[in-house]
């Protein structure tokens, strides 16, 4: 079954506690994206991968860092996480430039 | 720069009736996809339809339609006959056709569907 899966769902740290969020496909997919969700706002890209060791800054991407060093992993890390970066966080991947993306069932972090 | 404005933020409506969900984007790009995805209230994004600009004919899936005018720059999605499960937040979302394809998504309408 085709999926995105990231790991943990729900995510309660304090202020400067680094951390990662994980994410994985099991689609092959070259492009991956990871996204933050807050109240009025949508969804805000945070990276994007175009593949292996190829990543670049979307629109949020301050506090947070991305490495893709396998095409199938592409984990999220906050290295000095801060209460404005409570959200509800969705990886994605796609094939190529005209599919669909597939997102993760999500992972809300809470940082107190 | 890509933007998109959904404009109604949360309508409630009697169940059975119809709803028109509202979704105003803005693009310099002369080609493009625009997207709907459906966020029920557990949370998943599901996609719901891909339509690229080259293409304007609505489509209709079941109860579900969209009237995409690219001379208005607008792409509403109704629901026919709106059923309680359809109760979720519902984003639209663009972008742009070449490149890295930067997906823009909208902030989101919430709807309610009352039984």
């Known amino acids: 079954e085709a999926q995105v899966t990231q790991n943990p769902r729900y995510l309660i740290t304090v202020t400067g506690k680094k951390l990662t969020v994980t994410c994985s496909q099991n689609m092959n997919h070259e492009y991956m994206s990871w996204y933050r969700q807050d109240p009025g706002l949508g969804l805000r890209q945070i990276y994007y991968s175009m593949n292996v060791e190829v990543t670049d800054k979307g629109d949020v991407p301050e506090g947070y860092k991305v490495s893709r060093k396998e095409k199938r992993n592409f984990p999220l890390i906050l290295e000095s996480p801060s209460p404005n970066q409570t959200s509800l966080y969705f990886c994605?991947?796609?094939?190529?430039?005209?599919?669909?993306?597939?997102f993760g069932a999500g992972t809300r972090l809470s940082v107190l | 720069a890509q933007k998109v404005t959904q404009a109604q933020t949360e309508i409630s409506v009697v169940e059975k009736e119809d709803v028109t969900l509202d979704c105003v984007y803005e693009?310099?790009?002369?080609?493009?996809?625009l997207f709907w995805y459906k966020q029920p209230p557990s949370g998943e994004l599901v996609f719901l339809i891909r339509?690229?600009?080259?293409?304007?004919q609505n489509e209709i899936s079941g109860r579900y339609s969209w009237n995409f005018q690219k001379s208005t720059s607008s792409f509403n999605f109704t629901i026919t006959a709106s059923q309680v499960v359809d109760s979720a937040v519902y984003f639209c979302a663009l972008s742009d056709w070449g490149g890295y394809q930067k997906v823009t998504f909208g902030t989101g309408t919430k709807l309610q569907v009352i039984p």
């Open positions: 693009t310099r790009d002369t080609t493009y996809y």
């Open positions: 339509r690229n600009s080259f293409d304007e």
């Open positions: 994605a991947s796609r094939a190529d430039l005209k599919n669909i993306q597939y």
